[in-house]
């Protein structure tokens, strides 16, 4: 063990790279930040003005911005990528459909979000525009609710990867189980599946959610970037991510800079934090770990 | 002879077109142990798998033939009402992880969507735990999660569990052969016990064993049902060359 190999020591200097750089990256953003935090203080993170022409800035809009895209996107997706997963792990596990459908959503993963954004921009603009006039409402057709659309679609193969691959692995025992109880199929994948595999299926949705929280170039382009607080979940808006990437070019103060810094800092907690509350939520829902 | 409350009559099972069960006709009587016995692979499990319908589950399996429960033909009845009405334990013990002891013994009812009222749940549970001699052990922490109790215990569980739904025959595939010495011989006792109320179906490749608890035994072997008669007959005078050789231990 206490024997230095090359080897050994070469596996030691990836893991401390990588931690320099995951620290470097958190310590660079505060050092970044802190014009702006000594300005305005930590009621930076809930002002509501963002204004560069009067050099004053508040992150409120963008976090209300990303948190309500990011959920509404999750609340569109699940259902969708929970009936794809149940598809895939419980009724067609083999065969040709099977891995048809399979390549299919991995290839939804794959596409760029630039290729999202611009069909975002292209067919759904258009559409919720018209679905605005409809509803007699300010027809942006960027927005708030667009931008959810266009995540909702891209975080499926998220959820819905990692919730087949957990519900495959419910163990056929416990199927067997359920049904020489008298359970019909439907009653089996209610009560005894999808609660076995709920921390994995958790687990999916928490990947999602990252993945919606920091998503940019999708959203940026059909978002509508307005830097007020949202009215409604039409209203064109700004998420942490599309803020800094349609400002950052342009930031010429140096107050207006370190604020779009903040603002990454924010996003880069936010995000952490509900990954160490996923892990939390999983510990606590997986089987080994329930008391 | 006595009454049989379920029988075979040629009854094959398929996986695909391989054929495991050859057209077994078998009687089972009321309220006794009939082992089903054989060497592995000889399709015991997969015969008793077609009593309750649970072949059926496996892609690509198929049943030809008759079962009777009570004279009623078992695949014209609704699959899970048969297997309600006939019980099974699984080799390994599989209590539910996700739910209590209590929960598990009355899972039938939970995962069928049965309300029951809470008094008529506790009595249920006691029952059934009393039945399968699991009660004093467990009575003080029936709310936490089965899966810290030992395999033998886990195993009486599973037997309450099936017990619970009130069955009118109990199969058993080879309940004990995950357990040890101890814990088969409260298993078998248990049966013993059990088969004052209710018919018991116990697959097993342990020849003592059969002898031990059986009232009748029946005698797998590639599939076919070589010879089956009172559990004594059989062993003392095996009519059948393969079942002697299989009993003295040549094969198997």
Known sequence: MGRKSPF????????????????????????????????FGWKF???KEWNPAMDRFGALPFLIGTLLTSFLALLLSLPLSLSISLLLGEYLKGGKLS????????LIAAVPSVIYGFWGLEVLVPAVREMEMKMDIVPYGVGIFTASLILSVMIIPNTASLAREVIQLVPRDLKEAAYSLGATRYEVIKKVVVPYARSGIIA???LSLGRALGETMAVTMVIGNSSEIPKSLFS???????????????ATGDLYYSSLIAVGLLLFVITTLFGIL?????????????K | MESAILKTENLSAYYGNNRVVKSVTLPFYERKITVVMGPSGCGKSTFIRCLNRMHELVPGARVEGRVYLRNEDVYAMDPTIVRRKIGMVFQKPNPFPTMSIYDNVIAGYKLTGIKLKKSEADRIVETSLRQAALWDEVKDFLHKRGTFLSGGQQQRLCIARALAMEPEVLLLDEPTSALD????????????ELSKTVTIVLVTHNIAQASRISHYTAFFYMGELVEFGPTERVFTVPRD???EEYLVGKFG
Not at chain 1, 237 to 245: C, K, L, Q, R
């Open chain 1, 8 to 39: 050994k020591i070469t596996l030691l200097l990836a893991a401390a790279g990588v931690t320099v750089v995951a620290l470097a990256t958190m310590l660079s953003l505060l050092w970044g930040s802190t014009p702006a935090l000594k300005a």
């Open chain 1, 45 to 47: 993170f809930f002002q």
């Open chain 1, 99 to 106: 891995s048809f459908i399979r390549s299919m959503v991995d």
């Open chain 1, 204 to 206: 999916g949705i928490l």
């Open chain 1, 236 to 250: 064109p808006a700004n998420t942490m991510a599309s803020v800094i990437a349609n400002e950052f070019t342009e």
């Open chain 1, 278 to 290: 996923g892990r939390y939520v999983i510990k606590k829902t997986s089987i080994e770990g329930g």
């Open chain 2, 181 to 192: 010495p101890v814990a088969t011989a409260r298993i078998e006792e248990l049966m013993e």
């Open chain 2, 241 to 243: 060359r393969r079942t």
